[in-house]
């Protein structure tokens, strides 16, 4: 997969807060760990949608 590079601005306490998570060995490395944030952002959309579909759907069905 190609990879895109991205400038973001944060505060220092969060700078700090993915440093640490780097440090301890949680993630390689910051771009690690905001991809793996993208990818659970993503999944809980992708939920949240599937949640929504559903209740529509069982909405629709009960009017019927």
Known sequence: MKMATMSI?????????????????TYA????????LIRQDQKKTKQNTNVARSDHHRLTKRRK
Do not use: L
Not at 29 to 36: E, F, I, L
């Open 29 to 36: 490395n910051s771009s690690d760990y905001v991809r793996d």
């Open 9 to 25: 601005s944060i505060p220092d306490p969060m700078k700090d807060w993915v440093q640490f998570q780097v440090e301890t060995g």
